[in-house]
């Protein structure tokens, strides 16, 4: 079974920086895309970064040149390094497998003065 388990979250003043964590077992890790997700209250989950098995990524246009996400195939971890951060991004960040729909519990991310 997949298990995906995100640590990292936590709340910063606009401008501040994070660094999230996703640790992923039950998966052949290396073989496949790896993604960060969030969702705000009211809204439909977005794609926000994603990072393939030959580390190529893509992001959203709204935190490109500030979010930068990397994977340690070694240890089965995927981050997300999130600087500058505003308001906007104030959401649940899920880790996630496109290719089995599978997404972690989420970690709560919160950018207020």
């Known amino acids: 079974q997949v298990q995906l388990v995100e640590s990292g979250g936590g709340s910063v003043q606009p401008g501040g920086s994070l660094r999230l964590f996703c640790a992923a077992s039950g998966i052949a890790f290396s073989f496949v895309t790896m993604a960060w997700y969030r969702q705000a209250p009211g809204k439909q989950r977005e794609l926000v970064a994603q990072?393939?098995?030959?580390?190529?990524?893509n992001y959203v246009d709204s935190v490109k040149g500030r979010f930068t996400i990397s994977r340690d195939n070694a240890k089965n971890t995927v981050y997300l390094q999130m600087n500058s951060l505003k308001p906007d991004d104030t959401a649940v960040y899920y880790c996630?497998?496109?290719?089995?729909?599978?997404w972690g519990q989420g970690t709560q991310v919160t950018v207020s003065s």
């Open positions: 996630g497998v496109p290719i089995v729909t599978t």
């Open positions: 990072i393939t098995r030959g580390y190529g990524t």
